[in-house]
């Protein structure tokens, strides 16, 4: 059963620290997507990649996000340095056609 | 900004019977997709259903069926013989050039015993 992968699930950390959250898309999925939840603003796009180039990033705060694909398999959002406002639900969604598949999201608090 | 607005901060219906969850967009596009998704307390999105703008049937998935009036951007959920795992937020969708979604601020559904 083909599914989108987030590590890790939670991530407690303090401000100023370096977050790295990871997603393994749906084999054959060429666009991948990154997304965040908060209960102020809701669900918002941060980046997405098609066939692993990064196609639009400017829902990223640009100064402490950074989001690449090393390979088709890996997909990785940094966070460098950590600010309590980055408290949120991220979301990694892969997609081949106009049906998007989500992870299962990773929980960050920043204290 | 274009947007998706979902009037209906919270809803609640007595199992077994129906309700409608209601979405409008904004768009200049003449061809796109509409989605609706569940996220329950696992934080889990899953795809409810969806609708692609060109088709002018509505789309149905069993218990699950949409009303789409293109004309006037509005695309609401109906969920007929509602059960106690209907309970979640409902989250409508708009996909744009590149496939990005749009989202709205989502619906909490309660289901009542």
């Not at chain 1, 950590?82 to 990694?92: I, L, T």
């Not at chain 2, 218990?63 to 789409?68: K, L, T, Y």
Request: glycine letters at 4%.
């Amino acid at each position: 059963d083909a599914r989108v992968t987030q590590t890790p699930r939670h991530k407690v950390t303090e401000m100023g620290q370096e977050v790295t959250m990871r997603c393994q898309p749906i084999l054959g999925h060429n666009t991948v997507f990154w997304y965040r939840q908060t209960m102020m603003q809701g669900l918002e796009l941060l980046a997405y990649f098609r066939n692993r180039a990064p196609l639009d990033d400017s829902g990223m705060p640009k100064d402490r996000f950074s989001a690449e694909m090393p390979d088709a398999t890996l997909a990785t959002l940094k966070i460098q340095p950590s600010e309590p406002r980055d408290s949120a639900v991220y979301f990694c969604a892969s997609a081949l056609y106009n049906e998007q598949f989500f992870g299962p999201g990773t929980r960050l608090t920043v204290l | 900004a274009q947007t998706v607005t979902q009037s209906q901060p919270e809803m609640s219906v007595q199992e077994a019977e129906t309700v409608t969850l209601s979405c409008t967009y904004d768009t200049s596009e003449s061809d796109y997709y509409l989605f609706w998704y569940k996220q329950p307390p696992s934080r889990q999105m899953i795809l409810v259903i969806r609708q692609e703008a060109y088709k002018q049937q509505n789309a149905t998935e069993n218990r699950f069926s949409v009303n789409f009036q293109k004309a006037a951007k509005s695309f609401s959920l109906k969920i007929s013989d509602s059960q106690l795992g209907d309970a979640a937020m409902y989250f409508c969708a708009r996909n744009n050039a590149g496939n990005m979604l749009t989202f709205g601020g989502g619906t909490r559904l309660m289901v009542k015993p």
